[in-house]
């Protein structure tokens, strides 16, 4: 049981140019999300979803896009990489929502190198 | 604004015990999380809380205490294994996670 599958887990780019990550999950989970992970720092919740065709802002969507083609896939993409984007991007999926119990359960994470 | 607090870094011996505290103001309360994360690797479940009292899971254990905007993580005969990151987070009210910067717990032998 693969869980939560993040790819790539390394990437350096450079400034300006363009690239998506993606996420897949065989829990059938309903939930999905993408976090950024900076030292020092929380998680910080960058777009979410709650169903497939369905995405909403976190508190960090600046500079990013995403999509929920797929019920197991949530892409996150950078349109023009900026150096304030360099991170470790987490995914992860939980559970439909009966209660905000639901442990989400995360990838192994892709850490971004903007140059 | 929403915050919540948690020591950046402690050091514990082998064997003993050690105790993690999260304080947090957040808008609305829905339950707090425990995760646990290892250097470079993913953030992993340990614990969930919604009502006052002590949750006690193997070797940890989880306490609230709601009207003090208060958690503690337990964590008993410690291990080598258990140096990692420990992260709190807290389900706002529009059932968002507000994390915490997280608390480093270094393992002495």
């Known amino acids: 049981n693969a869980g939560v599958t993040q790819t790539p887990k390394f990437r350096v780019l450079k400034t300006g140019q363009s690239m998506t990550l993606l996420c897949a999950q065989d829990?059938?989970?309903?939930?999905m999300y993408w976090y950024r992970q900076d030292p020092g720092m929380g998680l910080r919740l960058i777009h979410y979803?709650?169903?497939?065709?369905?995405?909403a802002k976190g508190e960090v969507p600046d500079g990013y896009n995403v999509s929920r083609l797929k019920k197991q896939n949530f892409l996150l993409g950078l349109e023009s990489a900026a150096p304030s984007q360099t991170s470790v991007y987490f995914c992860?999926?939980?559970?439909?929502?009966?209660?905000?119990?639901?442990?989400?359960?995360f990838g192994d994470g892709t850490r971004l190198s903007i140059l | 604004g929403q915050n919540i607090d948690q020591p950046t870094e402690m050091t514990a011996t082998e064997g003993a015990i050690v105790q993690i505290n999260c304080t947090y103001q957040?808008?609305?309360?829905?339950?707090l999380f425990w995760y646990q994360q290892h250097a470079g690797e993913a953030p992993t479940f340990l614990s969930y809380?919604?009502l006052d009292g002590l949750e006690e899971k193997g070797r940890f254990s989880s306490f609230l205490s709601r009207s003090k905007g208060y958690s503690y993580l337990l964590l008993k005969e410690l291990q080598m294994k258990d140096s990692a990151s420990y992260l709190c987070?807290?389900?706002?009210?529009?059932?968002?996670?507000?994390w915490g910067a997280g608390t480093k717990l270094i393992i002495k032998p």
């Open positions: 992860a999926s939980s559970p439909p929502s009966r209660g905000p119990h639901q442990p989400q359960h």
């Open positions: 829990m059938n989970h309903e939930y």
């Open positions: 979803s709650v169903g497939e065709g369905t995405t």
């Open positions: 957040t808008s609305g309360f829905n339950g």
């Open positions: 809380n919604v």
């Open positions: 987070a807290v389900v706002d009210s529009n059932y968002q996670l507000i």
